[in-house]
């Protein structure tokens, strides 16, 4: 885990670099939206999405500027939608990573504005040739993070997640659920990173098993997290699944299940990568992490 | 302007028929943003930036097959920004194009996730090789599309709306915000015209010129029929600017100055055009059309 640690450090700080140098300030109005994209987008989170990008590329020796720019593409999708999902029309959260949400920092217009702005520089960088000199890889990739967040992925899960009657949900609501909401990036973050590298079709398939089962690991833990932490910890309200009597693989599964589930899909989200040797050590070591994190 | 109208009707559907094979209807919440795009996105307006996309790859003779899709990804974002501009948190508008905006409609969370949907879908449809086969283009397109819409384009101009003190903008100001608001999209929609049909860079800039006049004296008509005519011709509420006390190019310029300053750009604008000969008519007859428009 300690190497982990460090790699994944490693990574968020080549990320807080590059959002810092893609977000810069300005004056006037336009200063108080490029802020607004910068206090969403910066000094945040583990940075577990574009570390997926990263690490899945560096197995392929690809040149770091081109990876973390699929990096930052990523997280500023990632960012935006917490940026409109925080706000009051939607959960309506207050605190994001301990802090005030941007539309509490700023408004509600500046929020909408501000997660619109990284929404369309995401496709700006990926467009732009020091991504990847191949045209036709770029557009591959911006397809894919089009795809993976827009109304069959990320956005469609938010949808579900505020208009469905979850305390309903079986299974396989709550696993389509998770699919689209988190589990689209996290699993495009994989698939980038091995095509930013030139992976073949094969080596970018045993990715994509990687990240599903990745992903719906992550949910679960999530879950547990939500029903065990504080607020504290979580740097974000605690026990709102319980509280909104939502339908969570702990209600289904049970606590007990619901961890023995977890750990399942970490080892086969490892055997996944086996093919790859030990390049794949920092992927397999995410997947440890995602298992043992406690916020 | 006859043979003009029916040109852009012409496209216009199209465009429509376009569009509604890109947001199919589905079951469940995800119904509920499918409908909501489609709300935003169908039935509505004049088309007139994709008709600038259309006639200008129709210069060189550029399949309709792939003008088309980069007309309806201009439109995606144009439709987009007008769902999120409605919103109660922006200009609080009840009415669009004399239906019911989308948050009215549905609800603000609904009318958020779906220009978000559409923002993310007009880069997905760029990057789809149907768009142009050479993936370069594609890549260059999407490039162009992100920087009119994003924070240093239409996003931006929105943010100086909301937040300047405009009743304080001279000249330089006034147009300054027109050029990012509206002026960044309908620069894009003539160049990216050019680009997927393959025009020079020569070309291109001959209709990036056309274009910025057009977009200037575009605005300038929109002051003049804010000031000038009812609610009910426009499908939207009428004389804002003046219950806000915004300064217009009406307010510097005097309503004769303003009239006869569109008039000159009109002008302008297709000169600018005159190295295409013939082809360029539909271009020409659009800024005629801009002009001579009532609502």
Redesign the interface.
Known sequence: MTAFKETIAETAALIETALDDFLPTCD???G???DA?RWGALDGGKRLRPFLVIAAADMFDAPRARSVRVGCAVEMIHC??LI?DD?P??DDSDLRRGRPSVHKKY????A??A???L???A??I????ETHP???????I??EL??A???AGM??G???D???EQKDFDLAGVTQLQRLKTGALIRFSARGGGMVGGGSDDEVAALTAYAEDLGLSFQIVDDILDATQDAETLGKPAGQDAEMDKATFIKLLGMDGAKAKAAELVSSAKAHLDRFGDAAAPLKGAADFVFERKS
Chains 1, 2 share one sequence.
């Open positions: 006037g109005p336009l108080r939206v490029a994209m935006y939608s409109h706000l029309a939607m408004d509600d217009a500046t909408i504005l997660g619109d702005a929404l369309t520089q496709f700006e990926l467009a732009e040739e191949d045209g036709v890889v770029r557009c591959h911006a397809l089009a795809r967040s827009g109304k956005v469609g938010q949808m579900i505020i208009y469905a």
